[in-house]
């Protein structure tokens, strides 16, 4: 016989941020929290443990759902990319453009965490700070970081900026020194933050990483330069206590019943090992990224929530079988300002391809789906959307690895009729037109996920629920 025992989490004193985590009922199994798949909470508003991730090609709008849930939870953490991010928040028609900083930075109940899997260049996640100070927005004591998170440097981002101006066709990075800074990190001479916690042993490593760059064919930078101003940095990360070991902190938060934001960066299509490679960023973008660059187990992740635009855009170079290179996409491109946050580069536009969301859904099991910016389509008589890939006549059943195979589908589409009018004021699902709401629950009926939330405008006020029961 197998006996099981079940017993309630001992009630806590929490912020109102985790008040809600009573809310939703849980089992505990030998001190472990299992969420029950029938009763996981769609739009993360009571779950107790939460990821926010790119479906497409990034510049989905992540941002702006981990914005509106960052109040409700007690730690938002990053476990990916670097400052090659760009999540553009709109609060109180101010304009926050977040490259290094987890969203919930703005919340002056939430903690702030830079996992062991982001790349962290100091002076931009300082010159970030620098804007929250200007508005008075208080973050002592809220913004951690990882001593296993690896730094981003001069010489690196030197590196990145050579190998696109050099190479015979550039993959379209941000030049921001991301690869250079993973691929240091996967050849073990990469420096970590926790390595500026003793100056003299950090200026060895610091001089070794220059000169293996160096030898690798790439121009000198100012040494002398970068060091006096990361020695600045180092000493007021350190005087403020922001760096920690984080795997511990966040494992010990959930322990705790505190409910924990994971903010992703970039997208499933971008992701090093699933996306179109190698016109991919250079870390694990999908949930899976939680474990690696955060140390937390994605068997305690309770809700995953897929952010997908509307239509489709990607930056840079590699294929977009949805592409439109016309007029369409060009209108599309000015209506959605769909211009880098972090480069400024216009975005590449296209119809919603559902194929690549299936085969994100495949890899990350999305508990629902954020659509964003459908107001952007509200100029078109008919919009379309790829409902599947051929193969030489052969449907293919997932998203081909091989380019040269992407490059040659044929793509069927679904047709759906245009609304023809601004929804950029909506507030409630049932005041969608009604073509609106045919495109929305065609694409939720396709896709076989429901749609939580839906997002017609820049302002956080406009995103509501698709089902205010959900």
């Given at each position: ?38 009763k ?16 497409q090609w ?14 409700q939870?007690?730690?938002c ?24 900083l ?9 903690i ?5 899997g982001?790349?962290v ?21 809220r ?8 730094l ?10 050579a ?7 550039a993959l379209g ?5 991301i ?12 420096l970590?933050i ?7 042993t950090?200026?060895q ?17 100012n ?5 006096r ?11 403020n ?37 190698p ?8 949930a ?8 937390f ?6 809700t995953?929530?897929?952010?997908v ?5 990607r ?7 949805t ?24 975005r590449?536009?296209g ?10 859904h ?19 008589d008919?919009?379309k ?18 380019l ?9 589409y679904e ?19 009604k ?5 929305v629950?065609?694409v ?12 017609v405008g820049?302002?956080?006020e406009?995103?509501?629920r ?5």
């Open positions: 016989f197998f006996f099981l025992m079940i017993r309630r989490p001992p009630r806590s004193t929490q912020s109102r941020s985790s008040a809600a985590s009573d809310v939703y009922k849980r089992q505990y199994i030998q001190g472990m929290s299992i969420p029950t798949l029938s996981r909470c769609l739009n993360g508003l009571t779950a107790r443990t939460t990821a926010i991730l790119g479906s990034g510049d989905e709008g992540k941002g702006k759902l981990v914005d509106i849930l960052a109040q939870y007690d730690v953490a990053r476990f990916n990319g670097g400052a090659n991010a760009g999540h553009t928040i709109v609060v109180n028609k101010k304009k926050y453009a977040l490259h290094l987890p969203c919930g930075i703005l919340y002056d109940s939430c702030n965490v830079l996992g062991n982001v790349v260049h100091l002076p931009t996640m300082f010159d970030e700070l620098k804007q929250l100070d200007k508005d008075k927005i208080n973050y002592d004591g913004l951690l970081l990882s001593d296993r998170a690896h981003t440097t001069a010489c690196l981002m030197e590196a990145d900026s190998h696109e101006t050099h190479k015979e066709k990075t941000t030049k921001r020194g690869g250079p800074s993973y691929s240091a990190k996967a050849s073990r001479y990469g970590r926790g390595d500026l916690k003793y100056w003299d950090f200026l490593k610091y001089n070794y990483l220059n000169q293996r760059v160096v030898q690798d064919g790439h121009k000198a930078v040494k002398e330069e970068e060091l101003e990361l020695k600045i940095l180092r000493d007021r990360l350190y005087d206590k922001m760096v920690i070991d984080t795997v511990y902190y966040i494992n010990n938060a959930f322990e705790n019943h505190k409910r924990i934001l994971f903010e992703g960066a970039n997208a499933t299509m971008l992701d090093l090992d699933y996306g179109t490679y016109f991919v960023t250079s870390s694990s973008t999908c899976g990224g939680i474990s690696t660059g955060a140390g187990n994605i068997g305690k992740l309770e995953s929530i897929g952010i635009k509307a239509y489709t855009t930056v840079g170079s590699g294929p977009f079988p592409e439109l290179d016309n007029e369409v996409g060009q209108e599309i491109r000015r209506i959605g300002h769909e211009f880098g946050a972090t480069t400024g580069r216009p590449r536009c119809w919603l391809d559902l194929p690549v969301v299936k085969y994100s495949m890899l990350n099991n999305y508990t629902s789906i954020n659509l964003t910016k459908l107001d952007v389509l509200s100029h078109l008919e919009i959307v790829a409902v599947r890939y051929r193969l030489n006549g052969e449907v293919l059943p997932s998203f081909p690895a091989c040269d195979d992407l490059s040659k589908v044929q793509i069927e047709t759906f009729r245009g609304w023809k009018q601004d929804i950029s004021k909506v507030k409630e699902y049932k005041n969608l037109p073509e609106a709401r045919d495109y629950e065609g939720e009926q396709l896709l076989n996920i429901p749609i939580s939330w839906i997002g820049p302002e956080r406009s995103m509501f698709k089902d205010q029961d959900q």
